[in-house]
């Protein structure tokens, strides 16, 4: 595009003048009165007055940054040899810089993962991540971002845990260390070194109290580094071990594969990272659809016990009908939605029943978030945003079977 144009500044004080007319400003002279030679007085004569002009009138765009790149170097040219459109252009600037909203500094939170996979899909890793470790390297790294950013007073700012039976107070430093003390579980089935020591205690309790008095000796920047890097390390571990998915992971008070255990540490680390951030007055949103689809899976396939074990605390009513191991029974239809959704059915009447759709009794419709946030305690299943249809027996049984997965 021409230098030469039509388009106007709309803040020239010469407008409609012919030829010559310099742009006066407050505070600036023109060239006529301050004994400096610009373009109008240069002795150019009338082509250089109509360049003068012409780049004048494009003053506006330049300053918005909408110039060709020609348009961008004429006009950039000519500023140094003409003190009032010099004046003017500063001015401009300065005007559009007032217009421009304010822009969080914050990464994106994804961000990390978004490039990762686009390197990867450039170029393949060595050690290819297994799929069921993902969401674990996703939500650690997530909470590590959210964390990279904290201030020395809001790592000692409360932060309020709940879950179906109970609820405690931890600072921040104290949930980081409570998180990393239960990865240790999973750190010593890979072979990794216990982040407690030799001899630490081996229930969660125990270790979390552990783990919270170092917190109150050591500080915030160990704690953080230590998390940290066993995040990165229980990652590196599992990726070398891809066939040991069945790997079993010793939490004292229970036993899970490998690939289950890190779903449920993947879990729980978006869950406390959630409570962070609503400690400290920030957004955090939901992982990945298909990382939150393998935590809804996680939990929708533990319902059947869960169901089962309050039956035998006396909680629930008694089964229906006695149903023989593998035989057919009555079935809940859970239906997730969402993209981390999908389609469970659970057995009513005992966990080795064989769950179908042509014995569906009731069906129970929760959003993949929503059902989450039930399994970890943070909705109390009276308040849950749930469809039910069929039994109601059935369904306010697997609710509350739900919620008692929740635990710190």
Sequence with gaps: MSPVGDRETGLEAGAGAG????????????????????????????AFDEEHLALKSLLGAWALAVC???????????????????????????????????ESLDPDPLLRSRVLDECLRRRPASTPLPEWVAPYDAETARLDALLR?????????????HWATGERTLTLCGVLAHLGSVDGLVATALG?????????????????????????????????????????N???????????AALPVDFTEFRRPLRDALAGRA????????DIAAAVDYPYGPPAPEHLARIVDFIARRLPEAVAARRRAGLAAPPRRLTAAGAPGRTLHLEIGGRGGGDWYVPLDSPAALASPEHTVARLVLEDAEFCRLAAG???????????????????????????????
Excluded: Y
């Design 149 to 161: 950013d904290m201030g020395e007073a809001e790592w000692n700012t409360p932060v309020r845990l």
């Design 267 to 274: 879990f729980a680390c978006w869950i406390h990272a959630e």
């Design 68 to 102: 060709s790149p020609e348009e961008t170097e004429a006009v950039e040219a000519h500023l140094p040899r003409c003190p009032p459109c010099a004046g003017e252009a500063r001015r401009l600037r300065d005007a559009v810089g007032l217009m421009h909203r304010e």
């Design 19 to 46: 030829a010559g007319a310099g742009l006066e400003t407050e505070g600036v002279a023109g060239p006529e009165t301050a004994g400096v030679a610009g373009p109008e007085t240069a002795g150019a004569g009338g």
């Design 192 to 232: 990794l070194d216990d982040p407690l020591g030799p001899g630490a205690p081996r229930t969660v309790g125990d270790r979390t109290e552990t783990a919270v008095e170092r917190c109150r000796a050591h500080g915030p920047p160990f704690v953080r580094n230590k998390w940290r890097t066993q995040t990165r």
């Design 378 to 408: 943070h909705v109390p299943p009276r308040e849950a945003a749930a469809g039910r249809e069929g039994d109601d027996e059935a369904v306010r049984d697997v609710l509350w079977a739900v919620a008692t997965l929740s635990r710190m």
């Design 234 to 244: 229980i990652v590196r571990a599992a990726a070398l071990r891809a066939h040991d």
